[in-house]
């Protein structure tokens, strides 16, 4: 009996401390700051189980818990970025009258850094905008983020110039028989052609064409295609082939140089067939001048979607591997942090997201759940 009395008693004095807890206001909005810390990774979920609903997730890599910080919808094979100059990111999508069917509109979507909430959007003409699996490449600044570059496709390739001060839309420029966007340190964009050439295009000052004028060839896509999806170091992009080479293009000037290839591999790796491969398969610590390669062994035509065991390193100015790094799960796509002490972030075939240190190798977390389906695209603060 005195048990009992005793735990009505404890049961009774429970309930009336939680009685005084305060009331919680509802809604109850949390806020972000305006420049984001550089652990901070932006995962661009396509949502290959829905297509209308992707979303980009933002997530701190360096928090043992917590990690998710917000997440702001996109739309129909959107591509993201987000702007280093300003308190916004901003959003290429396409929307249906009808959700899934109807009349469509394109449109860059702007939104705020501090609650992920729309701000703005600019109405792109022509239905024009490249719906396809999101490559970083396809959404790209130029001249110090006052203009904002969209790939289109229709299948004919262009590209869209939005001016982001004036929230406008200013120009299309043909890119026929080239795709995607390398932005100059000038005002210029090359785009990788079918020739194995660099189609570059100058803009002035309103964001109109000046000129166009093709590079030599620097690849070979009939015996080593290059991807479309470089990692850039100081204005140089470096383009890996299906075979392992690297193909330098040095875009710090209005006309791009082209330093001679090397190889990712040696005499070793090459009788083990070891190859680049996945969806996002390079990055780069720019501080540190490496380079960072998804790579598979047993390479064979075809293979180079697929995804890697290992990631490499090197360093890009004596062109040599400094590590070979094991993934504790099959790797996806790669992304480096730029901090001092950076992250290498990894989408695994789980389509989670595993953590290790760019520096020592180690796996340090995984991030994961239900935050995202398909986070195929990784954005790193900058």
């Known amino acids: 009996m005195k048990r009992a009395i005793l735990g009505l008693v404890l049961v009774i004095g429970s309930m009336a401390a939680m009685a005084e807890l305060p009331v919680e206001t509802i809604p109850k909005v949390e806020t972000l700051p305006s420049s984001y810390p550089d652990t901070w990774v932006f995962a661009h979920d396509t949502n290959f189980f829905s297509l209308s609903d992707a979303?980009?997730?933002?997530?701190?890599?360096?928090?043992?818990?917590?990690?998710?910080?917000?997440?702001?919808?996109?739309?129909?094979?959107?591509?993201?970025?987000?702007?280093?100059?300003?308190?916004?990111?901003?959003v290429a999508e396409s929307?249906?009258?009808?959700?899934?069917?109807?009349?469509?509109?394109?449109?860059?979507?702007?939104?705020?850094?501090?609650?992920?909430?729309?701000?703005?959007?600019?109405?792109?003409?022509?239905?024009?905008?490249?719906?396809?699996?999101t490559h970083k490449n396809t959404l790209q600044f130029l001249d110090n983020e006052k203009f904002l570059l969209l790939y289109n496709f229709t299948p004919a390739t262009s590209v869209s110039v939005v001016d982001i001060d004036k929230r406008a839309f200013l120009a299309?420029?043909?890119?026929?028989?080239?795709?995607?966007?390398?932005?100059?340190?000038?005002?210029?964009?090359?785009?990788?052609?079918?020739?194995?050439?660099?189609?570059?295009?100058?803009?002035?000052?309103?964001?109109?064409?000046?000129?166009?004028?093709?590079?030599?060839?620097?690849?070979?896509?009939?015996?080593?295609?290059?991807?479309?999806?470089?990692?850039?170091?100081d204005g140089i992009y470096y383009f890996p082939s299906f075979k392992g080479m690297v193909h330098p293009v040095d875009m710090n000037a209005a006309?791009?140089?082209?330093?001679?290839?090397?190889?990712?591999?040696?005499?070793?790796?090459?009788?083990?067939?070891?190859?680049?491969?996945?969806?996002?398969?390079?990055?780069?610590?720019?501080?540190?001048?490496?380079?960072?390669?998804?790579?598979?062994?047993?390479?064979?035509?075809?293979?180079?979607?697929?995804?890697?065991?290992?990631?490499?390193i090197y360093d890009v100015a004596s062109e040599k591997r400094l590590e070979r790094m094991t993934l504790k799960e099959w790797g996806v796509s790669i992304e480096v942090t730029q901090g001092e002490q950076p992250f290498l972030v990894v989408t695994n075939a789980n389509m989670d997201l595993d953590v290790y240190s760019a520096d020592t190798g180690e796996w340090l977390r995984f991030i994961g759940g239900r935050a995202f389906e398909t986070p195929f695209i990784l954005h790193a603060s900058r």
């Open 55 to 90: 979303k980009v997730v933002l997530v701190d890599v360096a928090a043992e818990n917590r990690n998710y910080k917000g997440s702001l919808p996109s739309s129909h094979f959107p591509s993201f970025l987000a702007a280093a100059t300003r308190s916004e990111v901003y």
């Open 255 to 312: 006309d791009p140089a082209m330093p001679e290839a090397w190889s990712l591999l040696q005499e070793q790796d090459r009788q083990a067939n070891w190859r680049p491969g996945g969806w996002q398969i390079a990055t780069a610590h720019e501080a540190s001048r490496r380079l960072f390669v998804l790579m598979h062994p047993d390479g064979e035509n075809g293979s180079h979607k697929g995804g890697g065991s290992e990631v490499w």
């Open 172 to 233: 299309e420029v043909s890119i026929g028989g080239c795709s995607m966007i390398y932005p100059s340190k000038q005002r210029s964009f090359g785009s990788l052609c079918g020739d194995n050439t660099m189609l570059v295009t100058h803009l002035d000052e309103n964001g109109k064409q000046v000129k166009q004028e093709r590079s030599g060839a620097f690849f070979n896509a009939d015996t080593d295609p290059v991807f479309a999806k470089p990692a850039v170091i």
């Open 95 to 133: 929307i249906y009258s009808r959700r899934m069917r109807g009349e469509r509109t394109d449109l860059i979507s702007i939104y705020d850094k501090v609650n992920l909430a729309p701000i703005g959007e600019v109405i792109l003409p022509g239905a024009k905008r490249g719906m396809i699996v």
